[in-house]
């Protein structure tokens, strides 16, 4: 599966919208983007995994560049409930694993 | 969402016991779970995918005969470290593969403190 690159920390005020960036610039076609977040001593939530288009549900957005090299997941509303560990990870179709990178540390500031 | 719980939330055992982590599907049936750690302020590393009714895959570096993994149901995985030791201190969390798309769904992870 493709790495992934992201800044190791990003801090962002309570209300407003948190991008948080990834690079993939190695994706192969059949690979999807999943991102994923770890809120200290628990097990990483899911929140949300495209292939080419961009996707949305009750969580986040996520875009996806049109050359698939890197995406951004945005959380439209930050709240400090959203200060965690968010990880990219790239993985193949069929691959049932998970490698998870380091991934960024959002804080949300009051 | 699909709910996965462990148990327990932490132990703390002596140094040479064995210790048994639970994993369960609450309201799926999971053929493949999967076992991670992870240290302080570090990445979860896989340790082996777990596969109901055979034999788990242990990732390169994982010791086997030191963590015996058991997938006897659909609905449950378990962990024992045995015969712990303080660097097995760590936090343990399990997954479980959900859907066509395999996504994951974590449980909140056991922590594991071996004196």
């Known amino acids: 599966d493709a790495k992934t690159t992201q800044p190791p920390s990003m801090d962002c005020a309570e209300g407003r919208a948190a991008n948080l960036p990834c690079n993939h610039s190695?994706?192969?076609?059949?690979?999807?983007v999943y991102w994923y977040r770890q809120i200290h001593s628990q097990g990483p939530q899911y929140i949300i995994h495209?292939?080419?288009n961009n996707e949305t549900n009750e969580m986040a957005s996520l875009i996806i560049t049109e050359d698939r090299k890197s995406s951004t997941l945005i959380l439209p509303h930050a709240t400090l409930r959203d200060t965690a560990v968010y990880y990219c990870?790239?993985?193949?179709?069929?691959?049932?694993?998970?490698?998870f990178g380091t991934g960024t540390r959002l804080t949300i500031i009051p | 969402g699909a709910v996965v719980s462990q148990h327990p939330s932490r132990v703390i055992c002596k140094s040479g016991t064995s210790v048994k982590i639970e994993c369960r599907s609450l309201?799926?049936?999971?053929?493949?779970m999967f076992w991670y750690r992870q240290f302080p302020k570090k990445s979860l590393m896989l340790m082996a995918t777990?596969?109901?009714?055979?034999?788990?895959?242990?990732e390169q570096g994982v010791e086997k005969d030191k963590f015996l993994i058991n997938h006897a149901s659909l609905t449950l995985s378990t962990l024992t470290v045995t015969s712990a030791h303080p660097e097995d201190s760590s936090f343990y969390i399990c997954?479980?593969?959900?859907?066509?798309?395999?996504?994951?769904?974590f449980g909140p992870g056991t922590r594991l403190t071996v004196t």
């Open positions: 309201d799926f049936q999971a053929t493949t």
């Open positions: 997954s479980a593969l959900v859907g066509a798309d395999y996504e994951q769904y």
């Open positions: 990870i790239v993985r193949g179709f069929g691959n049932e694993k998970l490698t």
């Open positions: 190695t994706i192969s076609g059949n690979e999807y």
């Open positions: 495209g292939l080419k």
């Open positions: 777990s596969n109901e009714g055979s034999k788990a895959t242990y």
